[in-house]
């Protein structure tokens, strides 16, 4: 009889699946190091990662600028509340005003994406004095209640039941829908400018437009949810602002994920009119602003400036799209950016998803189960979308 020898993942494995709850369905994979694109298992295997962490690795894994200014952050002073002002705190607010579209002008740091939707709810109401909030169909917003309350895609919202109350839902696209709610009663529609775990929905231009002109004509407050959008995701700083919507800027804009490269980090960026509602301690949070977090964040934003990652984006959007206009069993490619939906004519993506793990290529599934979606570092270049597409025409048959 033979013994079977544990591989070093199993081990991992085992004892993550014995002491960590079982919430997340995992890749069979025990991630160890990463560079750029690349993500390195245990066994040495290496993997296109094209999902990039769920959206956060923007700037690659481990850029160096990020580690670097991480590494001697952590030597000099990790944390310390807002008590106190920090130099380095006081540059990440500088520069997110600075790359945000005006009137923006201040930021409110927190920990992570639903934290700073929580915020911005918050800050709605207390700028309104109301407490309605219009989100739409298709949403997600996060986990914790208030943000939960003002998903509406699947069972999310199911699963922060008690809801918090005051929460209405609009057709994601239809303006009449909007209309239908809008009243002086409502303190902010908040939506995500384009919908990722929808399966990658956006809208025409146009739509951001309308909407705001509802918001003013209502005095509602209009919020982009940019956890995924922002940090120049679409080839653009932030959707706010930018030609996908009409020049449109929000009155607050959230941002996670990328914003740290992997540091725990969220931030909520608002007007001088919105600013001036908010009073010493309505809002706060322990980690909020901490040093190691607004090291990573000026690290994040210099690296995506030096490399020149927005014109990147850009162009490998043009270079993926071109590519994958050749794979036979797409209907379309939506998002803008590297914030792309690759639309098959069957209900295949989680088949694909599977086939390219195998393969060693890291991407992202969505509810649509049509839809396999791509949000890879803004590094990516020609030759690793050469690979992907090779191997995706491999797995989709086309060849
Ligand atoms: C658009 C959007 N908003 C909010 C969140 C919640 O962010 P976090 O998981 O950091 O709380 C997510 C997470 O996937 C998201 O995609």
Same mark, same amino acid.
């Given at each position: 009889?033979?013994?079977?020898?544990?591989?070093?993942?199993?081990?991992?494995? %085992?004892?993550?699946?014995?002491?960590?709850?079982?919430?997340?369905?995992?890749?069979?994979? %025990?991630?160890? /190091?990463?560079?750029?694109?690349?993500?390195?298992?245990?066994?040495?295997?290496?993997?296109?990662?094209?999902?990039?962490?769920?959206?956060?690795?923007?700037?690659?894994?481990?850029?160096?600028?990020?580690? /670097?200014?991480?590494?001697?952050?952590?030597?000099?002073?990790?944390?310390?509340?807002?008590?106190?002002?920090?130099?380095?705190?006081?540059?990440?607010?500088? &520069?997110?005003?600075?790359?945000?579209?005006?009137?923006?002008?201040?930021?409110?740091? $927190? *920990?992570?994406?639903?934290?700073?939707?929580?915020?911005?709810?918050?800050?709605?109401?207390?700028?309104?004095? #109301?407490?309605?909030?219009?989100?739409?169909?298709?949403?997600?917003?996060? #986990?914790?209640?208030? @943000?939960?309350?003002?998903? @509406?895609?699947? &069972?999310? /919202?199911?699963?922060?039941?008690? *809801?918090?109350?005051?929460?209405?839902?609009?057709?994601?696209?239809?303006?009449?829908?909007? +209309?239908?709610?809008?009243?002086?009663?409502? %303190?902010?529609?908040?939506?995500?400018?384009?919908?990722?775990?929808?399966?990658?929905?956006?809208?025409?231009?146009?739509?951001?437009?309308?909407?705001?002109?509802? $918001?003013?004509?209502?005095?509602?407050?209009?919020?982009?949810?940019?956890?995924?959008?922002?940090?120049?995701?679409?080839?653009?700083?932030?959707?706010?602002?930018?030609?996908?919507?009409?020049?449109?800027?929000?009155?607050?804009?959230?941002? +996670?994920? +990328?914003?740290?490269?992997?540091?725990?980090?969220?931030?909520?960026?608002?007007?001088?009119?919105?600013?001036?509602?908010?009073?010493?301690?309505?809002?706060?949070?322990?980690?909020?602003?901490?040093?190691?977090?607004?090291?990573?964040?000026?690290?994040?934003?210099?690296?995506?400036?030096?490399?020149?990652?927005?014109? *990147?984006?850009?162009?490998?959007?043009?270079?993926?799209?071109?590519?994958?206009?050749?794979?036979?069993?797409?209907? $379309?490619?939506?998002?803008?950016?590297?914030?792309?939906?690759?639309?098959?004519?069957?209900?295949?993506?989680? &088949?694909?998803?599977? %086939?390219?793990?195998?393969?060693?290529?890291?991407?992202?599934?969505?509810?649509?189960?049509?839809?396999? /979606?791509?949000?890879?570092?803004? $590094?990516?270049?020609?030759?690793?979308?050469?690979?992907?597409?090779?191997?995706? &025409?491999?797995?989709?048959?086309?060849?």
């Amino acid at each position: 009889m033979t013994t079977h020898v544990q591989t070093k993942f199993e081990e991992t494995a %085992a004892l993550e699946d014995q002491f960590q709850l079982a919430t997340y369905k995992k890749f069979p994979l %025990a991630a160890e /190091r990463g560079e750029g694109v690349w993500l390195y298992a245990s066994d040495g295997a290496k993997y296109l990662d094209l999902y990039g962490g769920h959206a956060v690795a923007a700037t690659g894994h481990c850029h160096p600028v990020v580690v /670097r200014a991480i590494r001697e952050q952590a030597g000099q002073l990790l944390f310390y509340s807002n008590l106190v002002y920090s130099e380095v705190r006081a540059r990440a607010a500088a &520069k997110l005003v600075e790359i945000a579209p005006a009137p923006i002008s201040k930021a409110f740091f $927190c *920990n992570s994406g639903t934290e700073a939707n929580e915020n911005a709810m918050r800050m709605a109401r207390m700028a309104t004095g #109301r407490t309605r909030i219009i989100t739409f169909t298709g949403s997600f917003h996060g #986990r914790t209640a208030d @943000a939960i309350s003002a998903t @509406a895609l699947g &069972k999310y /919202r199911e699963l922060g039941r008690p *809801n918090v109350p005051d929460h209405l839902f609009a057709e994601f696209g239809s303006l009449d829908s909007v +209309a239908a709610l809008a009243d002086e009663s409502v %303190a902010a529609i908040m939506l995500e400018p384009i919908q990722s775990m929808a399966g990658v929905r956006m809208l025409e231009p146009s739509f951001y437009q309308s909407l705001r002109e509802i $918001c003013d004509q209502h005095g509602i407050l209009l919020i982009f949810d940019e956890v995924q959008t922002g940090v120049g995701r679409t080839g653009d700083w932030f959707f706010a602002g930018s030609a996908a919507a009409h020049g449109v800027v929000p009155d607050i804009i959230t941002l +996670a994920k +990328a914003l740290g490269s992997g540091v725990p980090v969220g931030a909520c960026l608002t007007t001088q009119a919105v600013a001036s509602h908010i009073k010493e301690n309505d809002l706060g949070t322990t980690y909020g602003g901490g040093m190691l977090a607004m090291a990573a964040v000026s690290a994040t934003l210099e690296a995506i400036e030096a490399d020149h990652m927005l014109e *990147n984006v850009k162009h490998i959007e043009a270079y993926l799209r071109e590519q994958l206009a050749i794979i036979l069993s797409l209907t $379309c490619v939506r998002g803008r950016g590297l914030l792309l939906g690759l639309e098959f004519t069957d209900p295949i993506a989680a &088949k694909v998803n599977k %086939a390219l793990l195998e393969r060693h290529i890291i991407t992202g599934t969505s509810s649509d189960p049509h839809v396999l /979606r791509l949000l890879p570092p803004l $590094c990516l270049k020609h030759e690793e979308v050469d690979l992907f597409i090779d191997t995706l &025409k491999e797995v989709t048959s086309d060849k």
